[in-house]
């Protein structure tokens, strides 16, 4: 199948999202970091951690209001 024809690396039809939406943003980090030289270990460190971040204090917030 040619471009646009849903024979892409993840076999879906064009522009459907990928199962879970998390692969698609692992490439898309990937792809930036390699674009604009980026450490991808320090990237998936800071995407880890933020995420963590927001996940507690998001879950703290909702204790305090609860």
């Not at 646009?4 to 064009?14: T, V």
């Amino acid at each position: 199948m040619g471009p646009g024809r849903g024979g892409g690396a993840r076999g879906g039809a064009a522009g459907a999202p990928a199962a879970g939406g998390g692969a698609a943003v692992g490439q898309q980090r990937v792809a930036l970091a390699e674009c604009f030289g980026a450490d991808n270990g320090r990237v998936a460190r800071i995407i880890l951690w933020t995420t963590a971040a927001a996940f507690f204090s998001v879950s703290g917030v909702v204790a305090l209001l609860g």
